[in-house]
Every structure is written in structure tokens, then in C-alpha cells.
């Protein structure tokens, strides 16, 4: 398993893998807290995005640093294809029947990649200043996925292949320089339309007790709101960052 894990990592930049009883045990303990949250006025006063459709949830889960909840460990196929790391407290990402609509303070261009391109990006490189220009500020190990519903609905999606060409790309854009002082938007603009061209896109369509790791310069994103109304997908996100970022611009 771990050497087939391995090489579609590689290869695909992500793995969506099967029902886990691991998985399985750390949802139950996760999902009731996670409602709570999600429930919660102030939270979704401070959460909710895209008219109300969008729950951001950014550092929401209260997990520990090993990733567990009520001392339920956190574990499941993953572990060993990545590296040993604190673990931050979980997104709790949530999408709502309807997703995305628009906010009043979103562009039109904004909200048209939403709904066309799945509001596809590589994670940790932000954007800054009134020209909006990208660095990478944020230097994650990998994404790791862990449905605490159904998520069939508005799944998140990946691009086969794409964490080579934008590994390569910033790469190249970065050199020898201090990684946080180069301004890295055309060369990323650059590689996304290439991997938009070049790459499949892969929707990570997953139940209960799945999980899914993305390598972390891979496109990804999340599909707009395409059944009938539901009580919305709830995913548990982490991201972990390396120490050095050397080590995000490695292999």
C-alpha cells in the first residue's frame, strides 16, 4: 500500500483513499464538536462567505497538536507518506446548498473563477499590498482531507500532475533568493494557465470515513454547489508547515 501510496503522489499529486476504521473513530469524536461550531452565532458571524454559503473555518476545530479530539487519535493511511508535524487546529470548511453566490465586495472576475475554475489555487502563496502581488508566506508540508460528511456535493478538486509544473515553475521564479522576498504572481499565473491547459481535473468525490492527501503545490479547489439542497459537506482540513522553508521548496 504504502510504496502504490507513495508513487500516485508522485505521479497524480494527490490520493483519495478508502473507508478507514481510524478515519472512522476520529470523525465520530470530531463531527459533534464540529456542529457546534458551525452552529455557534459568533462563529458564523466571523465564518460565513459568499452569501452565507461558505463556512472559512480557518483554525475552528479545537483538536490538539497530535490531531486529536476527546483523545481520539488522528490517524489513518496517510501516516506514512508524511513527514512528522505539530499539527495546527483543523479548517473546518463547510459549503452550504448554493454555493458560491457573490459578496457584494467580490468582482465580477472573481466570482466567474469561483464558479468556472473551481476558485483553483496552490496553498500558502498570498496575496498582498493594493496590486494584489503573491509570495509565498505560508509553507505547508501537504493537505490533508478528512470529510466529516458526505462530500459528494461541492467537492474539493485537483489537477493531475500540477504540483510538478508549479513545483518547477517557482523554482525557478525563487532561485537562489530569499524564498519570502521574491514576488512570485506571473510565474504562478503562468504555471496555473499552463495546468489548466495541460491537466485533468480530478474531482475527490468522498464519503464518510475517506480521506484524501494533496501534495502541496498542487492546483486545487472546491466545485460550485451542484445538487438539491442539503444541510451542506463539512471537511476537516490540515496543513501543516515545515520548520524551514527550505523544505517546502524541496522535494
Known amino acids: 500500500m504504502a510504496q502504490g501510496a507513495f508513487a500516485m503522489i508522485e505521479n497524480d499529486g494527490f490520493i483519495l483513499f478508502q473507508v478507514d476504521n481510524r478515519v472512522c473513530a476520529w470523525v465520530k469524536a470530531a463531527k459533534p464538536l464540529a456542529h457546534r461550531i458551525a452552529s455557534d452565532p459568533v462563529a458564523r458571524t466571523a465564518n460565513l462567505r459568499h452569501g452565507k454559503t461558505w463556512f472559512v473555518g480557518v483554525d475552528a476545530l479545537p483538536n490538539a497538536s497530535d490531531g486529536s479530539v476527546d483523545g481520539v487519535p488522528l490517524a489513518g493511511p496517510w501516516l506514512p507518506l508524511v513527514p512528522e508535524l505539530p499539527l495546527h487546529r483543523a479548517q473546518l470548511s463547510i459549503i452550504y446548498p448554493g454555493y458560491p453566490r457573490q459578496d457584494l465586495d467580490e ?28 509570495y509565498a508566506r505560508e509553507f505547508h508540508a501537504y493537505v490533508l482531507g478528512v470529510p466529516l460528511t458526505d462530500a459528494r456535493q461541492a467537492p ?10 508549479m513545483q518547477n515553475a517557482l523554482r525557478a521564479a525563487i532561485g537562489s533568493a530569499h524564498i519570502g522576498s521574491v514576488d512570485v504572481t ?16 480530478v474531482l475527490l468525490t468522498a464519503t464518510l ?20 439542497a442539503a444541510s451542506g459537506r463539512m471537511v476537516a482540513f490540515f496543513r501543516p508547515e515545515f520548520a524551514n522553508p527550505a523544505d517546502w521548496l524541496g522535494e
Open 209 to 228: 470515513g475517506q480521506s484524501y492527501l494533496i501534495h502541496r503545490f498542487a492546483v486545487h479547489g472546491t466545485e460550485p454547489w451542484q445538487g438539491p
Open 156 to 165: 474539493t478538486v485537483v489537477w493531475r500532475g500540477s504540483h510538478r509544473i
Open 186 to 201: 506571473d510565474a504562478y499565473h503562468a504555471a496555473r494557465r499552463r495546468v489548466f491547459e495541460t491537466c485533468e481535473k
Open 107 to 134: 468582482s465580477d472576475a472573481n466570482y466567474r473563477y469561483r464558479n468556472t475554475r473551481s476558485a483553483a489555487h496552490v496553498d500558502g502563496l498570498l496575496p498582498e499590498g493594493p496590486k494584489r502581488r503573491r
